[in-house]
């Protein structure tokens, strides 16, 4: 199976949105979510959490009035977003991205190749050159519904052979840095049936590869939304109301083109341990089950939303996911998965080098010693082992297992950077440690022969 070199190893970073805005109900004007003020000021404090973890973040809502406004156009930074005193919103999002660089985050944008709303400017060319999924009677087929508009679908051939889609994309190029992220979010980038003329979903997913491979010619990574499984069985139109459902029997049809999706799913168990995440991975929230012992990445988008809450809970909510769904997974993730074993409360997978991760209680084992139980985590942050993460949601007081004849620097993080506590000599294998309710702490182990300097 060919693969493409990806220009990230995404199970060592960190692939979150952040929604910025959406469009009113007048469709007249932005409702703001997060100004480009607000972004960078969170990507400052999460940098100082996650102790320099390489961040990439899609903003959402970056364009026109916001979320899924004027598809299949994206040239036009939201005005509502801007800086004070930049004079256009486009200087305040190259800032944005500049400026996040300093806090080891690359700022991208989230993006659609999927829909088509009348109100786009290029909606007519569309129309014009057949590049719209229709219906048997040769009309565009309005299959969806967002910000009260009828929301049309682009038909990837058609698109592709008129040369729209290449236009397009480097006009996009042209307009923001993305060749210098090497990463832009497709949001649902799945296939649809055209009935005037008869395209199948085989056909579209053809033209949807050569519409990846543009993108990864440019120097840009793509990942997206879900696990692609589309097979002629699939309707355009959703039934009674629920989504539709690829067969996770149908082949992964972007498998090695595509290396993160938000939502991980649709996926055989065997096919999890099969596939390294290396090559394919990414959230798993709403596969509840695998999340448990398999994690996933983080979303943050949920979270970012309500930076603006008065009680400050974002940053809270942050810590927590960052501790026992981010750390977990990043650690899992270098080591290779053997098998997945047992059902239902007993389901775990077993891991190189005596790594076992349980369903049950969430608990990942090495070697029969526990290493995270539930939201209590001890796990390392770095491949060397050289620095972990210490964590309780709710409290917590035990002994860890610790390197042998290490001796441990232990740092309170916190969104100003770390604060040195104090340091352990002579440990002898265990490390106890106290923790307060969502307390998160760096733990250095160092060799005890080594000067260490302290403030």
Same mark, same amino acid.
């Not at 033209?207 to 050569?210: A, D, F, Q, S």
């Not at 970012?304 to 603006?308: A, E, I, L, M, R």
């Not at 008065?310 to 942050?318: E, K, M």
């Not at 796990?379 to 060397?384: C, G, V, W």
């Given at each position: 199976?060919e693969?493409?070199p990806f220009?990230?190893d ?6 979150m949105?952040?929604?910025?805005a959406?469009?009113e109900?007048n469709?007249?004007?932005?409702h ?7 972004a960078?000021d969170m990507?400052?404090?999460?940098d ?17 009035l916001g ?13 509502a977003?801007?800086?004070p005193?930049d ?5 305040s ?10 806090y080891h985050t690359?700022?991208s944008?989230?993006?659609?190749f999927?829909?088509?709303?009348d109100n786009?400017p ?6 014009k ?5 229709r219906?048997?009677n040769?009309q ?12 049309y679908k ?5 698109e592709?052979e008129s040369g729209?889609?290449r236009?397009r994309?480097?006009r996009?190029?042209?307009l ?5 992220a ?7 980038f799945?296939?649809y049936h055209?009935y005037?003329p008869d ?6 997913q053809e033209?949807?590869?050569?519409m990846?491979e543009?993108v990864i010619?440019?120097g840009i990574d793509i990942?997206?939304?879900f696990?692609?499984?589309e ?7 959703m039934i009674?109301g629920?989504?539709r ?7 992964l049809?972007?498998?090695g ?6 939502w991980?799913t649709r996926?055989?168990?065997?096919e999890?341990v099969?596939i390294p995440?290396k090559?394919y991975?990414g959230?798993?929230?709403k ?7 398999l994690?996933g990445?983080?979303?943050g988008?949920?979270i ?5 809450k ?9 810590v ?6 981010q750390?977990p997974?990043?650690? #899992?993730? !270098?080591? +290779?998965? %053997?098998a997945i074993?047992g059902?239902g409360?007993?389901?775990?997978c077993i @891991? ?5 991760s349980?369903n ?5 084992t090495v ?7 539930g939201?209590?985590v001890f ?6 082992q050289t620095?972990w993460?210490?964590y309780?949601a709710k ?9 042998q ?7 309170r993080?916190?969104?100003s950077g770390n604060r040195f #506590?104090? !340091?352990r +000599?002579? %440990?002898?294998?265990?490390l106890?440690?106290t923790?307060a309710?969502?307390? @998160?702490?760096l733990v250095e182990?160092?060799?005890?022969k080594?000067?260490?300097a302290?403030d």
């Open positions: 199976m693969q493409y220009h990230y995404y199970t060592e970073c960190m692939v949105k952040m929604p910025m959406y469009p109900k469709g007249q004007s932005s703001v979510i997060n100004t480009f003020e607000d960078l990507i400052r404090t999460i100082a959490v996650t102790q320099g973890i390489t961040k990439i973040i899609y903003l959402v809502g970056w364009q026109y979320h899924d406004d004027k598809y299949p156009d994206f040239f036009e930074v939201n005005a977003l801007k800086r005193q004079q256009t919103a486009h200087e999002m190259l800032w944005l991205m500049r400026e996040a660089k300093r690359v700022v944008v989230h993006i659609n999927n829909d088509a709303y786009a290029s909606f007519d060319r569309y129309v050159a057949g590049a719209l999924i219906k048997r040769g565009p087929d309005p299959i969806e519904r967002y910000n009260a508009r009828k929301c682009v038909s990837f051939k058609e592709w729209l889609f236009e994309f480097d996009l190029l042209e923001l840095p993305l060749q210098e090497g990463t832009v979010h497709v949001d649902n799945q296939c055209n005037h395209i199948t979903i085989r056909e579209m033209y949807r590869r050569k990846i543009y010619g440019k990942t997206s939304e696990t692609y499984r097979d002629e069985s699939l309707p355009n139109h009674f629920l989504p459902e690829h067969h996770p029997a149908a082949p049809d972007t498998l083109l595509i290396p993160v999706s938000w991980c996926m055989r168990r065997e999890y099969a995440p090559l991975g959230g798993m929230y596969d509840k089950r695998y999340a448990n012992y994690y990445n983080m979303h988008e949920e970012f939303q309500d930076y603006h008065p009680d400050g809970d974002w940053l809270v909510r942050f927590r996911d960052f501790a026992t769904v750390v997974y990043r650690y #899992l993730c !270098r080591h +290779e998965r %053997l074993e059902h409360n007993n389901e775990r @891991l190189s080098d005596g790594i076992v349980h049950r209680d969430c608990r990942i070697n029969g010693e526990t290493f995270k139980e939201d209590n796990l390392p942050l770095d491949a060397a620095q993460i210490a309780s409290g917590d007081s035990r002994p860890w297992p610790f390197p004849g290490m001796s441990a620097v232990i740092y993080i916190g969104p #506590l104090e !340091r +000599e002579h %440990l002898g294998g265990s106890f440690l923790l309710p969502g307390e @998160l702490l182990a160092v060799d005890p080594e000067i260490h302290e």
